[in-house]
DNA sequence: CTGAAAGCGCTTACAG
DNA sequence: CTGAAAGCGCTTACAG
């Protein structure tokens, strides 16, 4: 009635004239009052204006929230807008949705305005990409709660991962069926210093403990080394961001060598970075795949949707959520999992 | 010390002999007790694995969770693998972020499944796309509750729109000055009954307030009536999801037709619908803009990053998620906004 | 089938 | 600068 605050339930129940409990039991657990009277508090709560129990108040009574983290390595902002990254929320999201759970987002990088961490809430945490380990001790994820990693394996938890070495493997293997004149590699945050550019002997690599590019680079050198290509004279450039913008000029660099010195085969680390090569190569005017032919990694839709179609690695990212996303429930015991890949040949690298 | 629960914030001033009044304060107000204290207190948290409170009991306590729920008509699956949904959540987030608080999301058809919503735990609303008027009324949306809508207007909200009737036809104006023989549109979820295929004269139009696109078709067709064109000529084909499987068969249709009557102009409601028809057209071997000019809608990334490139209207979805997630906490007074559009003219409609 | 009572873990005036 | 106490809005054994 009261135009200004919500009733609570405790005000609802002194109107009927019935006890707080019968009120939650009417909302909650049906079974435990008789029809009539549940009838008589649900139409009186419509009545007032009552939505039923409020959820702040009712986990902290139950200890539970309903609410399952997604704890993001990289920002929300570049999260948000990576197809792989977005795939593997919508995995998430599709089963806490079917099991009245809602999904929170966090990231990693927590902003330093944050107040002592909202994170506490959810009653589980799944964690995505390379965390620092330190994060992961850290405040943001409290001790006792259920926490799935994926692409990544934090001691003492269950990870959900990809083959990335045998997977990395086909499909340089394929592609070096028909043998290239100047292979080279693009890969993704492998150096220990940011490098945007060529990798050279000064840069450290990551070991493959602490990212998953580190395992696509051995698949892709054993192939190399098995079709008779030695993989130390196989030039490799890096990028530190997974987005056009940052591929671009790194890309244009690589294209920018004369006709004789430009790499006619690049194996690239996904399907964002060979999908910039493959762009900013027919903008000017080369021939894909007779002059370049590029692989990815990922298999996301824009590289199919395309002509020529990427030849790349699929992955289902959505999979992996929802696989993720059953841990976290209870659903499926808490393992770690390995997701298939799939070779995709498109014209890209046929 | 235990290991089997987490300890409280009680236990922790009974340990240290200390009121629970100076425990709240060292974590939360640092100016209401001495710095010699404070340090003591946050010294026996750490070893004694104390996190800091518990957010559930806060956000009971206090009222607010700084969690901000973001409520989407479509599915989560649907909306985390659109790029305009995607841009529009990831400028929200950024805005968040930098201010302490955290993303809900929320599908606006809540699952059966879904016990009494976990949704009275946010502390604002911001719905996106449009919403069946019962549903804003619904559970979904505690009362007393700000929100902002986007794209949508509900009765007594502030909304975030883009100016979509004069952006339509400042493209659709562009395109008409090379005069087509065949124009064409392709239009998004503009029939009351769901329609994927041609738009005839037995299916009705949803009006203006309850779908952006209908502002769109009536922007296309004041520039198709100043250019000499009788709007009611002019073929038009629905889609009803805004993705490429739903897309590919309706267009493959169209460009089905014998060359005389294949459309030479194809003015779509959507990026998505645009690319879609791009990725088909070339695939059959039709020279684009020559056979067959295209213009979309939204300027999505994808649409730029590839050649030739989408002529669109680039809407900030970024900018609209922004503003929202102000005016949610507060930054900004609430009102009406309107977020510019910008006319993009790439190789598909030069 | 129904109700009285305890307590989830905090924060916040308020008094000292 | 510090502490005792009330209470945020619920749910859940438990007793009747």
Redesign the pocket.
Known sequence: MSSS?????????RH??????????A???P????????ERILAEARRLG?????????S?????SQIVAVLLAESLTYSLNDAVASELLSGIAEVLDAHGHTLLLLSGRQNAAQV?GSS?IADGFIAYGLMPPSLMVSADVPAQRPLVAVDFSPEGYPAVHIDNEPASYAIADHALKSPPLRPAIISLRLTEQPCNGRVTEAHTQLPPEQTITRSRLIGFHRALAEHGIDPAGVPMWNIEENTFEVCAPVIEAILDSPDDERPDLLLCMSDRIALTALTLAERRGLRIPEDLRITGFDGIAEGQYRAPRLTTVRQDSTEKGRIAARMILGLTPSADSLVATELMIGESCP
Chains 1, 2 share one sequence.
């Open positions: 605050r919500r009733i609570t339930l405790k005000e609802l129940a009927l004239g019935v006890s707080t409990a019968s009120v939650s039991n909302f909650n657990r079974d435990q009052l008789s029809h009539a009277l549940r009552y939505r039923g129990p409020d959820a702040k108040a009712r902290l009574r139950t200890g539970r002592p506490s």
